[in-house]
C-alpha cells in the first residue's frame, strides 16, 4: 500500500513515524525524511505482521514532543486470520473502542500550552489535565456486555496506573506487537509512553444508568455509563495466537519502561533494510538528544 502525506504547517518540517510498523527504513518516517511545508511524501510499503494497535506520530528533529503535544497523534489497526477468528468484539466503535488518552496542560484561551521550563527537560512534560481522544471528561455509553477497548498512552511522558472505580478485574488481550498468547486477568494496568494494551472489560452486571470511572492513579478521567443489552455474548478466550519464544514471558513489544537500576532484554529479527532508530520515548529526551540510529543491509 502507499499513504500520502502532506505537510500543511505553515513553517514546520514534520514527518510521520508508523509506530511499530515493520517497514523498510525509508518508509519508518524517521528525522532523515523530513516532509518540507507544502510538501508530501508518499511512502510505499507491504504490510506483513501480526494483527496490532499500532500508531503513528511525527518524528523531526528536536520537535517531536511539541508536535504530538499539539495532536498529529492517531491509531491503525491491522487484522488479520488470528484477529478475524477469534470470538471477541470486533464492531469498531461499538464494542471495539480505541482510547488515545493524553496528558495536557492549557493557556487561558483553551489551546495547549507547550512551553518547556528545566524540570520539563528534565523529566518530561507532563499535562495536569487527562484527555481521551482529544476530549477533556470524556464519557462513553457502553451495553451490559463484553468491550474491547484498544488503550493508548499518548503521552510525551507519564506512565499511566489505570483502573477501574469499582476495582473490577479486565482481561488484557495484546500489547504492543499484537496479541498474547492468553489473556491476563488483572485489576490494574500500567502503561509507559507509546505503549498499547487491549483490554477486554465485561460490564454484563451493570445495571442502566451505572457508571463506572477509569482512573489514573486514584483519579478518575473517563466515565462509562451502562445503557441497553449488548447485541452478542462473548466469553474470554482461554487462548489467542501462539508466539514463537524463547522465555516464558515474552510479549511482543516495541516499547518498555525502563525503572533505574533495571534491564531489559529484547529479542529482535530484522527483515527490513535501511536506516532505523531507536530512542527514548519520553519525548522530551529523545529531543534532548536520547536516541540513535542503526543501519540495516
Ligand atoms: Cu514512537
Known amino acids: 500500500m502507499s499513504v500520502q502525506v502532506e505537510n500543511n504547517l505553515e513553517d514546520e518540517i514534520t514527518t510521520i513515524h508508523w509506530h511499530g510498523l515493520e517497514v523498510d527504513g525509508d518508509a519508518d518516517g524517521g528525522p532523515h525524511s523530513g516532509i518540507q511545508p507544502g510538501e508530501s511524501w508518499t511512502p510505499e510499503f507491504t504490510i506483513d505482521q501480526p494483527a496490532a494497535t499500532l500508531w503513528y506520530h511525527p518524528h523531526p528533529e528536536k520537535n517531536t514532543g511539541r508536535q504530538v503535544y499539539k495532536g498529529l497523534a492517531g491509531l491503525f489497526f491491522i487484522e488479520d486470520e488470528v484477529s478475524d477468528s477469534l470470538g471477541i468484539p470486533k464492531d469498531y466503535g461499538v464494542n471495539d473502542v480505541p482510547l488515545i488518552i493524553q496528558d495536557k496542560q ?7 500550552q507547550y512551553e518547556l521550563g528545566m524540570h520539563d527537560v528534565m523529566n518530561g512534560l507532563q499535562g495536569g489535565t487527562m484527555l481521551v481522544n482529544g476530549a477533556v471528561d470524556p464519557y462513553l455509553e457502553v451495553p451490559k456486555g463484553m468491550m474491547r477497548l484498544r488503550l493508548l498512552n499518548g503521552s510525551n511522558a507519564s506512565v499511566y496506573e489505570l483502573h477501574f472505580s469499582n476495582n473490577q478485574t479486565f482481561y488484557q488481550i495484546a500489547s504492543d ?16 509512553p507509546a505503549e498499547r494494551a487491549e483490554i477486554l472489560v465485561d460490564f454484563s452486571n451493570f445495571k442502566d444508568g451505572d457508571t463506572i470511572q477509569l482512573s489514573n492513579k486514584g483519579s478518575e478521567f473517563m466515565k ?14 482461554e487462548q489467542l495466537t501462539t508466539i514463537e519464544k524463547i522465555d516464558p514471558d515474552e510479549a511482543r513489544k516495541d516499547t518498555f519502561i525502563v525503572y533505574p537500576g533495571e534491564k ?12 532505523f532508530m531507536y530512542h527514548c520515548h519520553i519525548l522530551e529526551h529523545e529531543d534532548a538528544g536520547m536516541m540513535g540510529q542503526f543501519k540495516v543491509e
Open 106 to 112: 492549557f493557556n487561558e484561551n483553551g489551546s495547549f
Open 177 to 192: 506487537g499484537g496479541f498474547l498468547e492468553n489473556p491476563i486477568e488483572m485489576d490494574e494496568l500500567i502503561l509507559g
Open 224 to 237: 462509562f455509563v451502562v445503557n441497553g443489552e449488548s447485541e452478542s455474548n462473548y466469553a474470554i478466550p
Open 264 to 275: 531489559v532484554r529484547a529479542i529482535a529479527t530484522f527483515n527490513h533494510s535501511g536506516v
